[in-house]
Antibody
Framework: EVQVLESGGGLVQPGGSLRLSCAGS????????MSWVRQAPGKGLEWVSS????????YYADSAKGRFTISRDNSRTTVYLQMNSLRAEDTAVYYC????????????????WGQGTLVTVSS | EIVLTQSPATLSLSPGERATLSCRAS??????LAWYQQKPGQAPRLLIY???NRATGIPARFSGSGSGTDFTLTISSLEPEDFAVYYC?????????FGGGTKVEIK
């Protein structure tokens, strides 16, 4: 069964840092891209970042550029989201999802999604 | 950035009724559109990809149609478990974007 499982969420003060992890299983991890999508309390879905299977290509939403870094360790079948300079508006459930990349650089839909990990930025 | 506008925001229907959800893009996304279902406290689940292809395990009462800028998700006959929030998402252009969601609630 294809699964992704997030961890690493928690309470952090404004300006602080946090690293989220997402472990994949049941598929050829290095052959697939991975993405992070977040959902603020009571709000809709917002794409945050994506990374190719090799890790060579990374993409960020404007809200994440310069503060968040996506990376992966294919030997551990894990993708990470390093979040720095956190703000109250970063408070959300962060989901990890499997994707794949077309030859033209486009990305696929998100499937499957993990259960999410809650990040709360508050003093 | 491609803006996706979903309508209506809320759809109040009874079990057995037909649900028609709309997603309009600010510019063409070709057929690179997906639909997700989200129930309270749960992660989103892929329903439809490539505008009209049902994901694995999705019942045939769910169907997608459209192209370019106008897309529709249809639930032919609502089952009790279908009452949820539905999101469309385009993966044609960066940044990837989602619609604001349509809540299908029990009338």
């Amino acid at each position: 069964e294809v699964q992704v499982l997030e961890s690493g969420g928690g309470l952090v003060q404004p300006g602080g840092s946090l690293r989220l992890s997402c472990a994949g299983s049941g598929f050829t991890f290095s052959g697939h891209g991975m993405s992070w999508v977040r959902q603020a309390p009571g709000k809709g879905l917002e794409w945050v970042s994506s990374i190719s299977g090799s890790g060579e290509s990374t993409y960020y939403a404007d809200s994440a550029k310069g503060r968040f870094t996506i990376s992966r360790d294919n030997s551990r079948t894990t993708v990470y989201l390093q979040m720095n300079s956190l703000r109250a508006e970063d408070t959300a459930v962060y989901y990890c999802a499997k994707v794949w990349f077309y030859d033209d650089g486009r990305i696929s839909w998100f499937d499957p999604w993990g259960q999410g990990t809650l990040v709360t930025v508050s003093s | 950035e491609i803006v996706l506008t979903q309508s209506p925001a809320t759809l109040s229907l009874s079990p057995g009724e037909r649900a028609t959800l709309s997603c309009r893009a600010s510019q063409s996304v070709s057929s690179y559109l997906a639909w997700y279902q989200q129930k309270p406290g749960q992660a989103p689940r892929l329903l439809i990809y490539g505008t009209s292809n049902r994901a694995t395990g999705i019942p045939a009462r769910f169907s997608g149609s459209g192209s370019g800028t106008d897309f529709t998700l249809t639930i032919s006959s609502l089952e009790p478990e279908d009452f949820a929030v539905y999101y469309c998402q385009q993966h044609s252009n960066w940044p990837l974007t989602f619609g604001g969601g349509t809540k299908v609630e029990i009338k």
